[in-house]
Nanobody, 124 residues
């Protein structure tokens, strides 16, 4: 069982930087991949990036520009999503998720544990 609690969302100004946190609890996290997704109301959930808990290697989809960075702190048990130069189109509910490793980390069905999400609203 893995529990995930996101924080760090809120109202931010365009061009600012933002760091979201996901507090992770559970036993034996080493087999897990930790992913970040975002969703705008009425649209499908979008994969932003993921990190291997064991190796800290990351994977990002091709459409994600270099503004997004996923990392993890395996001492504090936190996964981070850093967003540089936020844009109004980054406004969404951001959610972290955990699933046991397989090759393609972008697949939603890999993830069987989800947090509640944290809302990010970017003003122009």
């Amino acid at each position: 069982q893995v529990q995930l609690v996101e924080s760090g969302g809120g109202l931010v100004q365009a061009a600012d930087s933002l760091t979201l946190s996901c507090a992770v609890s559970g036993r034996n996290l080493r087999p897990y991949v930790m992913g970040w997704f975002r969703q705008v109301s009425g649209k499908e959930r979008e994969f932003i990036g993921a990190v291997s808990w064991n190796t800290a290697l990351t994977q990002y989809p091709g459409y994600v520009k270099e503004r997004f960075t996923v990392s993890r702190d395996d001492v504090a048990n936190v996964v981070y999503l850093q967003v540089e130069k936020v844009k109004p189109e980054d406004t969404a509910l951001y959610t972290c998720a955990a699933g046991v490793y397989r090759s393609d980390w972008s697949q939603i069905d890999l993830y069987n544990y989800w947090g509640q999400g944290t809302q990010v609203t970017v003003s122009s």
